[in-house]
C-alpha cells in the first residue's frame, strides 16, 4: 500500500501520484489530504514549492468523484447518451419518454427563511409574521433550458398574504424583488426585479394559484392560473437565465399554504388539470430537473441522479490570482485525474483576456472542476453561464491575494454557492497560500469557513530552507561605470525632465536616481557572468521596467544593440562584457545560442504571450524569464536555479513568493537582490490606464503629494523589513560578484549546486519519514513472526491430534 493510500486516497489518483514520480506526501499533503477527505474546511499555509496544489487537488478530485458516481443514474434508467450532455430542447422528447419521478419533489427545509415553517412532507408552508416576507423554495428545479412544459399548485389556506411562482437558487426569497425572482402575489400583482405591477387578480383563502413555467425553445415563460383559468402570460425568461435552474418558490407574510406538485404517489390529485402542454413538476422527466445539492442526501435522491445525467453542473470552484497559475493548476488537475473513470471529470479553464467562445462551448459540453480567475468566473457567474447551485468546494489558491486583490468577488460568488447544510453535501471552503497569516485573510475566514481546521507547519511565513539568500548592493557613488553610453541601457524616463549632474562628488538625488537606473541592468549582466548562469527568473517591479531590460538584453545578446561595455566594474576595471553571442555557452543548445536569450512574463502581455513565453523557459528554449510579480506566485518551473529581484517588492510577502520560484522540490535556489543604496524615483500612477512613461518628456514627474506621477522608493527600508519577515540579515555579495564564502564553502562540502536536488538527491523528508516508519516496520515483521510461528504450531498440534 503506498503512503498516499494510508491517507485515504483512492487507487487512481495514487496511480497519478506515480505516475509524476512522487513516492511520499509532502508533510502538507500528509496533513491536508485526510482532512479534507473527511469533509472539513482547511487553511494551510506551508512553504512555497512544498505541494500545497497536490494538498488539495487530490482530495478535492477524491470528492467530486465520488460524488459524481453517487449521482450517476443506473444504466437502465438512464437517458440515451445523445440527451445527456446539454439540456437543449432537442432532448426534450427522448426525456420526456424517460420519465422516472422526482421523488424528492417537497419544498426544502433548507432553503427558506428561519420565521418560514415547513411541514414534515415539504407540502405547506406557514409564516406568522406580520411584518415581514418569508420565503421558501422547491428543492428541485427545473433547467431553463429543458424545453418542457412544467406545473404546480398553491392552495392558499388563509387571509394572509401571499406571493408564488419561480426563482433561481440564488435569488432573494422575498419573491420579485430581483433579477432572479418571478412572482405572482395576492394583491393581483406580478413582481420581478422590484418592478410590481397589475396581473390577472387579486386572490385570497381557498383559492387555488397554477405556477406554470415554459421552457420551450420558442421562448416561453412564467404564467399563472387562478382556480384552473389562465391569467396569460406574466413573464418571459430573460436570456441571461437560459442556462439557470428554476425552483418553486412561495413568499408569505402572516399566511399558510399547501403546495401540490402532482406526484402520482404522497400528493392528492391536483384541483385543476395542468394547461395542456405542461406537466406537473413531480412526473417531469429526470433529465430537466435537478434537485438542490441538500434534498440529494447524499447525492441519492431520484432527481439529483436526473439531474447530474443530463448535464454535468460545477462541483468545484477554484480561483487562482493569476492566469498563468490558473492554467497551470488547471494542468495539475488534469494530470492527478487521467486514471479516473465512470466518470471522467472535466476541468475547465476560465481566465481573461482570451476567446471566451472555447470557456462557453466547454460550460455546455459539462464541466465539473472551474479553475479561473475572479474577473472572468464573476463575469460568467453572474450572465449565468456558469451555474453553482451543485458546488461542494470554494477553494482560494495563494488565498491572501486574492482577498486582498479581489474581497467583494471572493464574498459576491460565496453568496451564489449552495451552503448545503449539513453532512456529506455541505459546502467545504479552502484556502491556501505559503502566506496566510494576515487579518484580512483571518476575517474572511471567519466569514465564508466554518470552524476551519489551520495547517500551519511552520508558523508565520515559512520560507524554505533550500533557498539560499544573497543581496547586492547598488550604489552609483561608488561603482561609476553607469556612466558609460555604451551598451545603451533603457531606464524607465522617469528623469526625462531632470538635469543630470554627473560630475559632482555629491550628486543630487535625482542624478543618483537615474544612476541606479543604469547600473542595475549592467550589474545584472556582470552577475549572469559570474554565476555563468543560463537560467533565472527575474523580477521587475513594472510592465515597463520589463521592456525596458528586454530591450536591453537583446541589444546585447543579438551582438548589435550597443557594442561592449567601455569598462566594468568598480573604479571603472574588470573585464569587459561582450556584445555579442558566446561570452559562455550554457548546457542547452537549442534557442540558447544567445547569452541573453529572454522572454517577458507581465500583466500588459496578452495571454498567448505569456504562455508561449513561459512555455520556451521551462523548454530552455530561452534562458531568462523577465516578470512582474504576476509570475510571483503559484509557478511551478523545475529545477529552476536563480530568481533575480531586480527591485525589491514593495510587500514583503511578495518577496516570499517571488523566492520561493526556486527551492521547490526540494531543488537548492538562490534568491540574489539588487538593493539600490540610494532612494530611486518611479512611476506610480494613480490614474488608472495613464501611462506617463510613454511620454516621460510630457508627463508630470512629481510625486504623487505633489499632484504627480511619481513615488521615491527605498530598498534599504524593504529590505530591513524583509529581513524582518525572514528573522535574519541577508548577506551581501562579493564585490566581484562570486557568493559569500559560507554559501560557497557548504555548497562545495556537500557537492551540491543551484538547480539539483539538496543532499545530493535522497530529500529530507524521505530520509525523515524512512526513519519514522523504521520501529513500525520492525514492529510488523515481528508480529508477522510470531504469527506464522504460532500457525505453524498450531497446525503441528492438530497433525497430531
Ligand atoms: N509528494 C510529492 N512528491 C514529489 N514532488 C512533489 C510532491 N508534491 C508536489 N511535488 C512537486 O513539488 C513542486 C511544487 O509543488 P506545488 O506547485 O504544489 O507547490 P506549492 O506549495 O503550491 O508552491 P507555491 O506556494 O509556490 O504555490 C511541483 O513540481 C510538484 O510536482
Request: glycine share 12%; proline share 7%; net charge neutral.
Amino acid at each position: 500500500m503506498s503512503v498516499f493510500e494510508e491517507l485515504g486516497v483512492m487507487p487512481e489518483l495514487c496511480k497519478a501520484v506515480e505516475d509524476l514520480g512522487w513516492t511520499l506526501p509532502t508533510p502538507v499533503q500528509v496533513e491536508a489530504i485526510p482532512l479534507i477527505l473527511g469533509g472539513g474546511d482547511v487553511m494551510a499555509a506551508a512553504e512555497t514549492g512544498s505541494g500545497k496544489t497536490g494538498a488539495f487537488a487530490i482530495p478535492v478530485l477524491q470528492i467530486v468523484h465520488e460524488a459524481l458516481r453517487q449521482r450517476m443514474r443506473p444504466p437502465s434508467a438512464a437517458p440515451a447518451a445523445s440527451s445527456a450532455s446539454s439540456p437543449g430542447p432537442g432532448r426534450s422528447s427522448k426525456a420526456a419518454s424517460a420519465s422516472s419521478t422526482a421523488a424528492t419533489c417537497s419544498l426544502s427545509a433548507d432553503d427558506r427563511d428561519p420565521h418560514v415553517a415547513v411541514s414534515a412532507d415539504g407540502r405547506r408552508a406557514q409564516s406568522r409574521n406580520e411584518k415581514s416576507w418569508g420565503g421558501v423554495r422547491g428543492s428541485v428545479g427545473v433547467f431553463a433550458a429543458c424545453g418542457g412544459k412544467v406545473y404546480y399548485e398553491v392552495t392558499v389556506n388563509d387571509e394572509g398574504l401571499s406571493r408564488v411562482g419561480w426563482s433561481c437558487r440564488t435569488a432573494s426569497l422575498d419573491l420579485g424583488t430581483d433579477k432572479l425572482g418571478f412572482g405572482y402575489g395576492g394583491t393581483g400583482k406580478k413582481s420581478h426585479n422590484r418592478q410590481f405591477d397589475t396581473y390577472g387578480e387579486p386572490f385570497g383563502a381557498g383559492d387555488v394559484i397554477g405556477c406554470l413555467l415554459d421552457c420551450s425553445s420558442g421562448g416561453g415563460g412564467v404564467s399563472f392560473t387562478r382556480n384552473g383559468t389562465p391569467l396569460g402570460p406574466a413573464f418571459s425568461l430573460p436570456p441571461a437565465l437560459s442556462n439557470q435552474i428554476l425552483y418553486p418558490t412561495i413568499c408569505l407574510k402572516n399566511a399558510e399554504v399547501s403546495v401540490n406538485f402532482g406526484a402520482p404517489s404522497g400528493d392528492p390529485p391536483l384541483a385543476h388539470p395542468p394547461p395542456p402542454g405542461y406537466i406537473p413538476l413531480a412526473k417531469a422527466p429526470d433529465a430537466w430537473v435537478l434537485a438542490a445539492p441538500e434534498a440529494g442526501g447524499g447525492g441519492g435522491g431520484a432527481a439529483a441522479a436526473a439531474g447530474a445525467a443530463s448535464v454535468r453542473l460545477p462541483v468545484c470552484l477554484i480561483l487562482e490570482p493569476a492566469r498563468d497559475l490558473a492554467e497551470q493548476t488547471a494542468n495539475c488537475i488534469r494530470d492527478f485525474g487521467r486514471h479516473l473513470a465512470a466518470p471522467s471529470l472535466s476541468c475547465g479553464l476560465f481566465v481573461g483576456g482570451v476567446d471566451p467562445g472555447p470557456q462557453l462551448r466547454s460550460l455546455r459540453e459539462g464541466v465539473d472542476i472551474v479553475v479561473g480567475t475572479p474577473g472572468r468566473v464573476v463575469d460568467f457567474v453572474e450572465s449565468g453561464k456558469i451555474v453553482l447551485d451543485q458546488v461542494r468546494f470554494f477553494v482560494l489558491d495563494e488565498a491572501d491575494r486574492l482577498i486582498s486583490d479581489n474581497p467583494d468577488v471572493i464574498l459576491k460568488l460565496f453568496a451564489r454557492l449552495p451552503k448545503g447544510g449539513t453532512g456529506v453535501n455541505r459546502l467545504q471552503v479552502l484556502l491556501f497560500s505559503a502566506t496566510l497569516h494576515s487579518p484580512e485573510v483571518r476575517s474572511m475566514a471567519d466569514r465564508i469557513c466554518v470552524t476551519p481546521t489551520l495547517v500551519d507547519l511552520k508558523g508565520r511565513d515559512a520560507v524554505p530552507e533550500t533557498v539560499d539568500h544573497v543581496l547586492i548592493r547598488v550604489d552609483p557613488r561608488e561603482d561609476r561605470s553607469w556612466l558609460q553610453s555604451r551598451p545603451q541601457v533603457y531606464t524607465d524616463g522617469c528623469h526625462a525632465l531632470d538635469r543630470l549632474d554627473t560630475s559632482s562628488p555629491s550628486p543630487p538625488a535625482e542624478t543618483l536616481s537615474e544612476a541606479v537606473k543604469r547600473l542595475k541592468p549592467r550589474l545584472l549582466v556582470r552577475l549572469l557572468e559570474s554565476l555563468k548562469c543560463d537560467q533565472a527568473l527575474i523580477f521587475c517591479r513594472t510592465n515597463h521596467d520589463c521592456d525596458q531590460l528586454e530591450k536591453y538584453l537583446n541589444g546585447l545578446g543579438a551582438g548589435g544593440g550597443g557594442g561592449g561595455e567601455e569598462t566594468g566594474g568598480k573604479g571603472g576595471g574588470g573585464k569587459g562584457v561582450a556584445g555579442g553571442a558566446g561570452v559562455f555557452r550554457g548546457k542547452r543548445e537549442s534557442g540558447k545560442e544567445n547569452p541573453f536569450s529572454c522572454v517577458v512574463l507581465a500583466g500588459a502581455r496578452s495571454v498567448d504571450e505569456r504562455r508561449a513565453a513561459l512555455s520556451a523557459f521551462k523548454e530552455g528554449d530561452v534562458r531568462f524569464l523577465i516578470c512582474t510579480d504576476v509570475a510571483a506566485r503559484g509557478l511551478d518551473i523545475r529545477e529552476l536555479p536563480y530568481v533575480i529581484n531586480m527591485t525589491l517588492p514593495d510587500r514583503s510577502e511578495d518577496y516570499i513568493h517571488r523566492i520561493g520560484r526556486v527551492g521547490r522540490a526540494d531543488t537548492l535556489g538562490l534568491a540574489i537582490s539588487l538593493v539600490s543604496q540610494v532612494p530611486e524615483k518611479v512611476w506610480y500612477c494613480t490614474v488608472k490606464g495613464l501611462k506617463p512613461w510613454l511620454a516621460p518628456d510630457a508627463a508630470n514627474t512629481k510625486t504623487t503629494d505633489k499632484g504627480g506621477h511619481t513615488i521615491w522608493y527605498d530598498e534599504r527600508s524593504l529590505l530591513s523589513s524583509i529581513e524582518t519577515r525572514l528573522g535574519r540579515p541577508i548577506p551581501a555579495m562579493s564585490e566581484d560578484l562570486t557568493l559569500p564564502p559560507e554559501l560557497r564553502e557548504r555548497l562545495a562540502a556537500g557537492g551540491e549546486a543551484y538547480g539539483q536536488q539538496r543532499g545530493g538527491g535522497t530529500s529530507k523528508e524521505v530520509s525523515e519519514h524512512l526513519e519514522q516508519i523504521a520501529a513500525n516496520v520492525a514492529q510488523l515483521a515481528s508480529l508477522e513472526w510470531s504469527v506464522q510461528s504460532s500457525f505453524l504450531r498450531l497446525k503441528q498440534r492438530w497433525q497430531k491430534v
